[in-house]
């Protein structure tokens, strides 16, 4: 029962590389999401996918581009990695798109990847 | 705009007593409201949510929290504490076709 898988769990980059983060989730669920945790600002909406094919920005999208590749995964990427963009992220599932009415939606979140840039 | 509010970074308790973590929110229309727990290095875990109808819910290892429409609250409570209830809590909120929003987390610790 693995839920969300996320890699990697850890990255050191220097300024102005870049990277993918991958995301995938084994449980069917429509919407996707990745959430930056910072410390003493709880957890911020980067990007996130209603459904396969679909993808809109959150809160905090600057600097990052993400590809719903099918169903079960989404993936973030940072382009030119900078050191403001240091911090946890999280990516999660659910089987509505929170921009439904369809009711309450909970989110199944991954152990998260921790990415420090230099 | 949507806002949750937790206005403790830390709650420290002795195992054994009563816990209560606070919530407040601020959303425009009935909200459905969630409290998630976070252990060192995991990602964060369900633990119960308010959707309509009783205002206290119960939720996952003893937790339940109470929906107070006036005060606009919704806060985390268990009746004995345990030294492994230790961990981050967020409250997140949202209504209708807004995003879900979350506040910005408080430790909980609880001493033998």
């Known amino acids: 029962n693995a839920g969300v898988t996320q890699t990697p769990k850890f990255q050191v980059l220097k300024t102005g590389q870049s990277m993918t983060l991958q995301c995938a989730q084994d449980?069917?669920?429509?919407?996707m999401y990745w959430y930056r945790q910072d410390p003493g600002m709880g957890l911020r909406l980067i990007y996130y996918s209603a459904s396969e094919g679909t993808t809109d920005k959150g809160e905090v999208p600057n600097g990052y581009n993400v590809s719903r590749l099918n169903k079960r995964e989404f993936s973030l990427r940072l382009e030119s990695a900078a050191p403001s963009q240091t911090s946890v992220y999280f990516c999660?599932?659910?089987?509505?798109?929170?921009?439904?009415?369809?009711?309450?939606?909970?989110?199944?979140f991954g152990a998260g990847s921790r990415l420090t840039v230099l | 705009a949507q806002s949750v509010a937790q206005p403790e970074d830390q709650v420290n308790v002795a195992e054994g007593n009563p816990l209560t973590v606070k919530c407040t929110y601020s959303?425009?229309?009935?909200?459905?409201l969630f409290w998630y727990v976070q252990y060192p290095n995991r990602g964060l875990q369900f633990l119960l949510k308010?959707?309509?109808?009783?205002?206290l819910v119960k939720g996952s290892y003893g937790f339940e929290a109470e929906f107070n429409k006036s005060q606009t609250s919704f806060h985390l409570k268990k009746p004995s504490a345990l030294v492994s209830d230790s961990a981050l809590y967020f409250c997140a909120a949202r209504t209708g076709f807004q995003k879900l929003v979350f506040g910005t987390g408080t430790r909980l610790l609880v001493s033998p």
């Open positions: 308010y959707i309509t109808g009783d205002n």
């Open positions: 959303v425009s229309g009935n909200p459905y």
């Open positions: 999660a599932s659910s089987r509505d798109t929170l921009n439904s009415a369809s009711g309450a939606n909970v989110l199944t």
């Open positions: 449980m069917n669920h429509n919407s």
